[in-house]
């Protein structure tokens, strides 16, 4: 019986290299504990729609032991806030336009209110205890969030409605008279939110007054170069303007860190995008990281590795997510290619490229 048991055990085990499939590592929805996956772009993972926007959750909580949490907003265009303005004691929230556009504003304290219009791969740093809120302006806009620490989905769980769809459409075309189109919950609901670490801020009155996308309109937007802040700030980084490093470790990459350890401080992550060169030859480099990890597809197509899965071939708003002491490889094989990257810890793959690596003032990689 035992011995039986046994041998079962043991050809499970040595199986499992070989037959692990692309079909397994694929996922509609992230998982309820950590373990290697990809969710393509638009896959229902928990999708639920709050009035007419669409919120979906590939990293989740239970996904990365509570690391962080990966989610995007998929919504029409909007005369009204997205949602009242309120903080968060707990939770460091990052604002990454994927495209389209949308305003975000943001108040520490007693400092000044600052507000950002965001275009694609434009950045907003909420960190905790900073009021904010945002809008969508645009029909095809598409906002990511990253959350740390991983759970706050549950909050959208309890506020939304459940979505399935057969057609993945990014969200769910209405008109917009119709009764259930009002996106944002009421003051009154607002207010019984603070088991979810939502506490709503009913004086806040959001400026109006953005000129070339700033207000106030002495801020860098577009215009030149965005520091990273000092931690607890909220700060905002233009797409291509912030800070940058060339690393030649396998090809090319060029890192433009949104968070390092020192933003991040005792929330212990870092966010990053990487864009990558062409790299066919040789083999690429192998990480096993000491937290969890994910990649999210921004231009271009990913190639990546993950523990025993075969090669998987992700596309722009596909994400794959590395398990903590999972080792993976990456690369791209076409000419450009740009992710979003987040990882738990400050030793992430964006950490060790910028150390390896050397400052850069470019958003592209050298021509050989
Ligand atoms: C909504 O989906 C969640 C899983 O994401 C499930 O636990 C819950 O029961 C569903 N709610 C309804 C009303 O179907
Ligand atoms: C946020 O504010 C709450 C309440 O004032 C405080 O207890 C907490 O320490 C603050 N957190 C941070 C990171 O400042
Ligand atoms: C929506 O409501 C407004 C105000 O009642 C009305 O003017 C408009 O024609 C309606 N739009 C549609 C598409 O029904
Ligand atoms: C807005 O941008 C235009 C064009 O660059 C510039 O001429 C103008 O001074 C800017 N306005 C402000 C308030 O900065
Ligand atoms: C930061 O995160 C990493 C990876 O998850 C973990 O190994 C480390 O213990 C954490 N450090 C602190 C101070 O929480």
């Keep these: 019986m035992l011995g039986s048991a046994l041998l079962l055990l043991a050809s499970v085990g040595t199986g499992l290299a070989q037959s692990l499939t692309l079909d397994d590592l694929y996922l509609e929805n992230a998982p309820t504990s950590p373990r290697p996956y990809v969710i393509p772009h638009y896959a229902n993972s928990h999708a639920v729609t709050i009035g007419s926007q669409l919120y979906r959750f590939t990293v989740t909580g239970p996904s990365s032991d509570y690391a962080f949490t990966l989610m995007s907003t998929n919504s029409p265009s909007s005369s009204a806030l997205g949602v009242l303005p309120h903080i968060h004691e707990k939770h460091y929230e ?28 434009d950045y907003g740093s909420v960190s905790r205890n900073t009021t904010h809120t945002f809008q969508i302006l645009d029909p095809d806009t598409e906002m990511v969030g990253v959350i740390v620490p991983g759970g706050f989905e549950d909050l959208f769980y309890y506020l939304g409605t459940n979505y399935t769809s057969g057609t993945d459409t990014p969200y769910v075309p209405q008109d917009s008279n119709s009764s259930s189109s009002s996106s944002t919950p009421s003051a009154s609901v607002m207010a019984t939110l603070e088991t979810f670490d939502v506490y709503a801020q009913t004086d806040f009155e959001p400026r109006y007054d953005v000129v070339n996308g700033t207000a106030p309109t002495d801020s860098t937007w577009h215009t030149g170069s965005n520091e990273l802040g000092s931690p607890g700030d909220p700060y905002f ?14 090809g090319y990459q060029v ?42 597809v921004l231009e271009g197509v990913l190639s990546i590795t993950i523990g025993d899965y075969p090669l998987a071939t992700l596309n722009m708003g596909d994400v794959a997510f590395i398990p903590a002491g999972t080792e993976f490889t990456y690369y791209s094989t076409v000419a450009f290619t740009k992710v979003l990257y987040v990882s738990s810890g400050s030793d992430g793959v964006d950490a060790r ?16």
Excluded: C, M
């Excluded at 990052?94 to 389209?100: E, I, T, V």
């Excluded at 968070?259 to 990480?287: E, H, M, W």
């Design 255 to 296: 890192i433009q860190p949104l968070v390092t350890s020192k933003q991040a401080q005792d929330t212990n992550y870092t966010l990053s995008t990487i864009s990558l060169s062409r790299q066919t030859k040789n083999s690429p480099p192998s990480y096993t990281l000491s937290g969890a990890a994910a990649f999210e």
């Design 237 to 250: 980084v233009a797409n291509g303007y912030g800070p940058k490093y060339l690393s030649s470790k396998y």
């Design 94 to 121: 990052n604002f990454f336009s994927f495209k389209g556009r949308f305003q975000l504003w943001a108040q520490k304290d007693d400092d000044e209110q600052q507000a950002r219009l965001l275009t694609q791969g």
């Design 353 to 368: 490229l910028i150390k390896g690596g050397k400052s850069w003032d470019f958003v592209t990689f050298p021509k050989y």
